[in-house]
Nanobody, 129 residues
Framework: QVHLVESGGGLVQPGDSLRLACVHS????????MAWFRQAPGKERGFVAG??????????FYSDSVKGRFTISRDNAESTVYLQMDSLKPEDTAVYYC????????????????????WGQGTQVTVSS
């Protein structure tokens, strides 16, 4: 069984930075596809960033709305996946969820929330002046 616990959310001002962490237990995080999704009030849960193995390398993927501002990374030794969020905007306000799927997936599938078997409880990020 895989268990995910997110942390690091909070209230910040536009332009600030936050780093979210997702601690993963149950399987080596290096063997999993990991991603961050977010859900704002009244909206569907949407893809933010993901990482999966592509051949011998690790691929990272971002939604257009966060590309260049957010960075996903993983620390296999610590079984933790991070989401570094810089230049935050009010429209980034949402509950952020960590997700995991066994093995590697295609670059198209990494964005599809239906492929993820495991989800964290979510952490609130609020960007407001």
């Amino acid at each position: 069984q895989v268990h995910l616990v997110e942390s690091g959310g909070g209230l910040v001002q536009p332009g600030d930075s936050l780093r979210l962490a997702c601690v993963h237990s149950g399987r080596p995080v290096s063997t999993m596809t990991m991603a961050w999704f977010r859900q704002a009030p009244g909206k569907e849960r949407g893809f933010v960033a993901g990482t999966t193995r592509l051949g011998g390398n690790t691929g990272t993927f971002y939604s257009d709305s966060v590309k260049g501002r957010f960075t996903i990374s993983r620390d296999n030794a610590e079984s933790t996946v991070y989401l570094q969020m810089d230049s935050l905007k009010p429209e980034d306000t949402a509950v952020y969820y960590c997700a995991a799927a066994p093995g590697a997936v295609t670059r198209q599938s990494v964005r599809d929330k239906r492929i993820y078997n495991y989800w964290g409880q979510g952490t609130q990020v609020t960007v407001s002046s």
